[in-house]
Nanobody, 123 residues
Framework: QLQLVESGGGLVQAGGSLRLSCAAS????????VGWFRQAPGKEREFVAS????????YYADSVKGRFTASRDSADNTVYLQMNDPEPEDTAVYHC????????????????WGQGTQVTVSS
């Protein structure tokens, strides 16, 4: 069983920056690819970014490409989502999730999910 805990959410002004963290206690976390998803009120959950476990390859939704960066630190068992130049449209609950599958942009590929952290971007 893999337990994920997100942190770092909060209120940020448009054009600012915020870094989300996704931590896991199990050392096997380093063998999982990790994705970030978000869900805004009244909207479907959507893919934001992902990072593979072996080569640290990253994938991004078009809406965040060039503004958000996913990274991971195997030493502290944590995956990060650096959010630069956020926009009000980025306001949502952000979840991290872990997968051993290869289709990393779809929620169905992920087995373990965190509870989420709220990000609110003010204009």
């Amino acid at each position: 069983q893999l337990q994920l805990v997100e942190s770092g959410g909060g209120l940020v002004q448009a054009g600012g920056s915020l870094r989300l963290s996704c931590a896991a206690s199990a050392r096997t976390f380093s063998t999982y690819s990790v994705g970030w998803f978000r869900q805004a009120p009244g909207k479907e959950r959507e893919f934001v970014a992902s990072i593979t476990w072996k080569d640290f390859n990253t994938y991004y939704a078009d809406s965040v490409k060039g503004r958000f960066t996913a990274s991971r630190d195997s030493a502290d068992n944590t995956v990060y989502l650096q959010m630069n130049d956020p926009e009000p449209e980025d306001t949502a609950v952000y979840h991290c999730a872990a997968s051993r599958l290869s289709a990393l942009t779809t929620a169905e590929a992920y087995r373990y999910w965190g509870q989420g952290t709220q990000v609110t971007v003010s204009s």
